[in-house]
């Protein structure tokens, strides 16, 4: 098994979402909620009231820390994903000194 630590947690990198994340509470909500417009200013997109509705469904969700760090490992995931934004997962890369894989590895 392939992983990534992230603070306290280790992140399995061919973790297959599908099987993983079957319970997640966002495969019963219309996925539209959670992939918002990410070209807004980041105040608007922030401010907007569908990602804090996602964001506060993911809170609820017994998976929001796997998906967040699944999410934070792959640079090029959109979306709404563990409670957090693509930028705010931008931040924590950076923060945490992430690198991220490349698709090749996250495919593989």
């Known amino acids: 098994m392939k992983s990534v630590n992230i603070g306290n947690v280790t992140v399995n990198t061919e973790l297959n979402t599908t099987i993983e994340f079957r319970d997640a509470l966002c495969k019963y909500i219309d996925p539209e909620l959670f992939f918002p417009d990410e070209r807004r200013n980041s105040n608007e997109y922030q401010d907007n ?56 590895e996250y495919e593989a």
Request: aromatic share 4%; glycine share 8%.
């Open 49 to 104: 009231e569908n990602v804090r509705l996602a964001k506060k469904i993911c809170g609820d969700c017994k998976h929001e820390i796997e998906c967040a760090a699944y999410a934070i490992i792959r640079p090029n995931i959109v979306g709404i994903w563990g409670g957090t934004t693509s930028p705010e997962r931008k931040a924590i890369r950076r923060k945490l000194n992430i690198v991220g894989l490349t698709e090749e």
